[in-house]
């Protein structure tokens, strides 16, 4: 039996973890950034001294890798220190990626859902629609995503007259559908064939039918399977969305941002949004665990 965690078991590891990659990241820094600092000396007929040369490398405007109190800085600055409504806000950006995020989370994941529902009740499905669902992961996503962000750009401002915002945000979200929906279908696939195969004769000798089974006995087993699916599909559908930012011409999102800041070197910029990517995705992940644990403790099938 496994003993009680004791409370904040897992902070002082977390801690020690971030510790030493802040301390690998500030020595680095220094290495990377030394050729440029003894450049911009030499230009001003200066030499630097060791305490000078990593000053000149913890303060530079473009540094090859910016020093974490840089990037925290410059996350302070375009987050609390600008209103969210400016474009140089990281919030205003941060929410144009995570509406088109969510959008495609939940259509993906009611696309995983009829999927795995379906494959499961019609086994003609099973051999030929799994097979698909699978190689169409296969392909890299870096790839794929001009092409339907382009096409399905082009279609929907074109052909069917939506706005160019509109068309864009679409776009975007469905790069997060067509990532989201594989783990989802696969968990829950997995997850809806859990109950033993004596508790699906039980349902039979009650007389239950496909859909009272289903919804009594297959879903309610499948729903950890699923919450798990989930806290993946959330995850790369913020990724999806990012990467369909970039073939578009956005003027807005994380995407946006990103490419902004490798067009005129800004990498303290690309940085800060790859910060803000990461605690953007770490709180999708918690709130998706944190929704996925109360239900399934309120419906008792914690354990």
Do not use: C
């Not at 020690?16 to 440029?36: C, S």
């Not at 990724?239 to 946006?256: K, M, N, Q, R, Y």
Request: aromatic share 8%; no cysteine; hydrophobic share 55%.
């Amino acid at each position: 039996m496994r003993a009680p965690q004791k409370p904040g078991g897992k902070l002082v590891p977390v801690l020690t973890v971030a510790a030493a990659i802040v301390l690998v990241w500030y020595v680095a820094a220094v290495f990377m950034n030394a050729g440029l600092a003894r450049d911009a000396a030499a230009r001003a007929d200066k030499v630097l001294t060791g305490t000078e040369l990593v000053v000149a490398t913890y303060s530079m405007e473009r540094p090859l890798l910016p020093a974490p109190h840089q990037i925290v800085a410059e996350v302070w600055k375009s987050t609390v220190g600008t209103p969210v409504t400016s474009k140089r806000s990281l919030v205003y950006h941060a929410w144009v990626t995570l509406s088109a995020t969510l959008a495609g989370f939940l259509s993906g994941t009611l696309l995983g859902l009829v999927l795995a529902a379906a494959i499961v009740h019609v086994p003609s499905l099973d051999r030929s629609l799994m097979p698909w669902i699978i190689a169409s992961q296969t392909v890299p996503i870096v790839a794929i995503a001009p092409m339907i962000v382009v096409v399905g750009y082009n279609l929907m401002n074109g052909q069917m007259g939506l706005s160019p915002d509109a068309s864009r945000f679409m776009a975007k979200a469905l790069i997060s559908t067509y990532l989201s929906f594989f783990p989802v279908a696969v968990g829950l696939v997995k997850g809806l064939r859990s109950p033993d195969t004596i508790l699906v004769d039980l349902m039979r000798t009650y007389s239950a039918n496909r859909w009272q089974t289903f919804w009594k006995l297959r879903l309610p087993a499948a729903l950890p399977f699923l919450f798990a699916s989930m806290q993946v599909a959330i995850a790369i559908s913020l990724v999806g969305a990012i990467v369909g930012e970039l073939p578009t011409g956005a003027s807005a999102g994380i995407g946006a941002r990103l490419l902004a800041g490798s067009y005129y070197g800004q990498t303290v910029q690309i940085w800060s949004a790859l910060v803000a990517a990461s605690i953007l995705a770490a709180l999708l992940v918690w709130m998706v665990n944190l929704g996925g644990t109360a239900v399934v403790k309120r419906m008792g099938l914690m354990r």
